[in-house]
C-alpha cells in the first residue's frame, strides 16, 4: 500500500525538515521507530490504559442493557436449549452477532468475559486506527491515534460493559477502510466484497448498522463515478452502470451476511426486520404485540419515543422543547453539543461523553487539502461525509444518544489525528529554527493536552466502579451486585425459595431479568388493563399464570398515583391488602405471594 504523507505548504526553504525529521523517525518500516522517546511514552500511556479498562471490566455486570438483552437472552437461550422466539421481549427479535459470542462463556458459567471479548473488539479498531494512519502520517501519530480512540470517555465506558456497540464500530470501520482499499486497488472486486461482508456483520450486530449500511452503498455508487480510476472509460453511461453493479454487489454481500437473522424474523414475525417498518410489512398486524416495559430501547436510532397516552408520540424535538425545557437554538445545535456537554445516564446530556477535540481538530484536517495526494483527498471526504451524514440522520431521526453515533467516532479520530499533524506542519513552517528535541517535547505536550480530560473520566471511572474491593475480596460477589442494583436481593431471594414453576410480574425494574432464575414478565401494562378491566385483578393475573409480583414501592407510589382514578385506587389498596403477602423486603423493593 502506498503511503500518502500530507504535504507541508510550499515555501522559500526546499530544504525544510520533513515531520519524520522533526521527531527523529526513520521513514522506513522498521521496529527502530518505536524507539523514539515519543512513542516510548505513548505506547506506556496506551498499555496503562488498556489495563486500567480490563480492571474496570473485571466486575459483575451491573449496567442496565446487559442485564436486560445482551446477556438476558443468551442466558434464556441456554436455559431452553437453544434459540427460541420469546414474544415478551422485543430485544430477542434484534440481530445478535455478538451475543452468540457471549453464549460460550455463560454456558461455562462466566459473565464477566463477556466484557473481555466487547473491549476486544475496541482493541481490534483501534488496530485499525493504527495501521491506517502509519500508513498516511507515521507511527508516531498511528500510535496517538489509537490511544486517542481507547481513551474517549463513551469508548471506555462501552468497554467496561457488555453491550455491543464496541462490534458495530469494528464492523463500519472495517468496513470503510476496505473500501478505501477498493479505490486505492482501482476497484478490485476482492476488497469491494470483504468491505461488503464487514457491513453485512455489522448490521447483524445492532439494527443501527442500517444507517452505515445505506450510507456506504451510497458511497461505493458515487466513489467509482467520481473517482478517476487508472484506465478511464470515456462512455459515461458505462460508468454509471458500473457504479450501480458496484453498489448492487455491496449490497448483495452486505445483505447475504445479515439474511439469518432476517429469516429468523421473517419466520417467526413475517418481518424480516422487527420490530423496525411494521406499516410497510402488513403482515406483521396479525402477531400479538410484545410487552412493553420500561427499559430504553438500546437499538432506536430507528425508532420513537411515546408520550404517556399511549397513542400519540412525540417527536424527540417536542421532549427536548417542552420536557427539556430547551430553546430552539439548542435543538438546532446538538450535533455540535454533543461534543462538548456529555454526561454518563443524563438523556438531556446525550447520556455519554465525547471529546471536544473530536469536533475541533478535523477542521485542520483540510486545511493542506489541495496539496494531498488524491486518493487521501478521497478517503477525508468519505470520512468527513459519512461522519457528517450519519450524525445529521441521528439528530432528525430521534433523541440523541452518544451510543447511537458511535460508528462515526473512528473516522472522527482519523480526521482528528491528520489535523493534529497539519497543525504541527505549521508550528514547523513557522518555528523550523527549533531543535529536533524541543520539537518532540511540543508534539508531545499537543498529545497530553488532547488526551488529559480523558484520563480524567478514567480515574473518575474507578471511583464509580471501585473494582479493588471487590477484586480484592473485601465485597463479595451478591454485595458488589446489590450495590448497583437493589431488586437483586430480591431475585436472589426469589430464585432459592420460590417453586421452579413460579412466574413473577415485575413493576418498574426496568426489564432488568438476567439475575432471575425464575420465569419473569415485565410491563407495567399489564397491572394496568388487570386494574381497568371488568375482571377483578387477582383472576385476571391468575389467568396469566401470574403467582408473585415484585415491586419498587417508590415508583409503584408515585404511578398508581398519576394512572389511577379514586375508585381504581381504592380498587388496588383492596387487592394488595387482600389478595397478598408480602414475603420478602428489603429496601424499596418486595416480593408479594398471590393468595390463590
Not at 505548504?9 to 521496529?31: A, C, F, H, V, W
Not at 375508585?567 to 393468595?595: A, C, D, H, M, P
Amino acid at each position: 500500500m502506498n503511503k500518502y504523507h500530507i504535504k507541508a505548504q510550499s515555501g522559500k526553504d526546499t530544504n525544510r525538515k520533513s515531520m519524520e525529521d522533526i521527531i527523529k523517525l526513520p521513514k522506513t518500516t522498521g521496529d527502530s521507530s518505536y524507539s523514539s522517546p515519543v512513542n516510548i511514552i505513548l505506547l506506556a500511556t496506551t498499555a496503562i490504559l488498556i489495563i486500567a479498562v480490563i480492571i474496570l471490566s473485571s466486575v459483575p455486570p451491573v449496567s442496565r442493557d446487559a442485564l436486560t438483552h445482551h446477556l438476558a437472552v443468551p442466558k434464556l437461550y441456554l436455559t431452553h436449549g437453544g434459540i427460541y422466539e420469546i414474544p415478551s421481549l422485543i430485544f430477542s427479535y434484534y440481530p445478535m452477532n455478538l451475543e452468540l459470542l457471549y453464549l460460550i462463556p455463560l454456558y461455562l458459567g462466566n459473565d464477566i468475559v463477556p466484557k473481555y471479548i466487547h473491549f476486544f473488539f475496541g482493541l481490534l479498531t483501534a488496530l485499525l486506527i493504527f495501521k491506517y494512519l502509519k500508513n498516511r502520517i507515521n507511527k508516531v501519530y498511528a500510535v496517538f491515534g489509537a490511544l486517542f480512540f481507547l481513551s474517549i470517555p463513551v469508548i471506555i465506558k462501552l468497554s467496561t460493559t457488555v453491550y455491543v456497540d464496541l462490534g458495530l464500530i469494528f464492523f463500519s470501520t472495517a468496513s470503510i477502510i476496505f473500501l478505501f482499499k477498493w479505490i486505492e486497488s482501482d476497484y478490485s472486486l476482492k476488497h469491494l466484497a470483504t468491505s461488503g461482508v464487514f457491513c453485512g456483520l455489522c448490521l447483524g450486530t445492532k439494527y443501527n448498522a442500517i444507517v452505515v449500511f445505506f450510507l456506504l452503498t451510497m458511497i461505493v455508487i458515487f466513489a467509482y463515478i467520481r473517482t478517476p480510476r487508472k484506465i478511464e472509460t470515456r462512455n459515461e453511461s458505462a460508468k454509471s452502470a458500473k457504479a450501480l453493479s458496484s453498489g448492487l454487489v455491496f449490497i448483495i454481500i452486505s445483505l447475504l451476511l445479515f439474511s439469518p437473522w432476517m429469516i429468523r424474523n421473517y419466520i417467526w414475525t413475517k418481518n424480516p426486520v422487527y420490530p423496525l417498518y411494521q406499516n410497510f410489512f402488513n403482515n406483521i398486524n396479525t402477531k400479538p404485540e410484545p410487552i412493553s416495559f420500561g427499559a430504553d430501547n438500546n437499538n432506536n436510532l430507528l425508532g420513537k419515543e411515546k408520550n404517556n397516552n399511549g397513542n400519540k408520540e412525540w417527536g424527540h424535538f417536542a421532549i427536548r422543547r417542552i420536557i427539556y425545557h430547551e430553546s430552539l437554538l439548542k435543538i438546532i445545535l446538538i450535533p455540535v453539543r454533543i461534543f462538548f456537554e456529555g454526561e454518563d445516564g443524563d438523556p438531556i446530556h446525550f447520556d455519554g461523553k465525547l471529546s471536544p477535540f473530536l469536533f475541533i481538530l478535523p477542521f485542520f484536517a483540510f486545511i493542506h487539502f489541495k496539496k494531498d495526494d488524491r486518493l487521501l483527498k478521497t478517503e477525508k471526504i468519505i470520512l468527513l461525509c459519512f461522519s457528517l451524514l450519519y450524525i445529521l440522520f441521528a439528530f432528525v431521526k430521534i433523541d440523541m444518544r452518544i451510543r447511537y453515533i458511535a460508528p462515526v467516532i473512528p473516522p472522527l479520530v482519523v480526521l482528528s489525528v491528520m489535523g493534529l499533524h497539519n497543525i504541527f506542519l505549521l508550528l514547523n513552517t513557522r518555528f523550523s529554527q527549533f531543535s529536533g528535541r524541543i520539537h518532540q517535547y511540543c508534539l508531545l505536550a499537543f498529545f497530553a493536552v488532547v488526551i488529559s480530560n480523558n484520563f480524567i473520566y478514567l480515574i473518575k471511572q474507578f471511583d464509580y466502579v471501585k473494582p479493588f474491593e471487590y477484586l480484592s475480596g473485601n465485597v463479595g460477589r451478591d454485595e458488589y451486585i446489590e450495590k448497583y442494583r437493589p431488586e437483586y436481593a430480591v431475585f436472589k431471594y426469589a430464585n432459592k425459595n420460590l417453586a421452579p414453576d413460579a412466574k413473577i410480574l415485575c413493576l418498574f425494574l426496568g426489564n432488568r431479568l438476567y439475575y432471575s432464575d425464575r420465569d419473569v414478565i415485565f410491563g407495567e401494562t399489564v397491572f394496568i388493563n388487570s386494574v381497568k378491566g371488568k375482571d377483578s385483578i387477582i383472576s385476571d393475573l391468575n389467568n396469566k399464570g401470574i403467582t408473585h409480583l415484585i415491586i419498587w414501592y417508590n415508583y409503584f407510589d408515585k404511578w398508581a398515583n398519576n394512572n389511577f382514578n379514586d375508585k381504581e385506587g381504592v380498587l388496588l389498596k383492596i387487592f394488595l391488602r387482600e389478595n397478598t403477602t408480602l414475603i420478602f423486603s428489603k429496601g424499596e423493593y418486595g416480593l408479594f405471594e398471590l393468595k390463590p
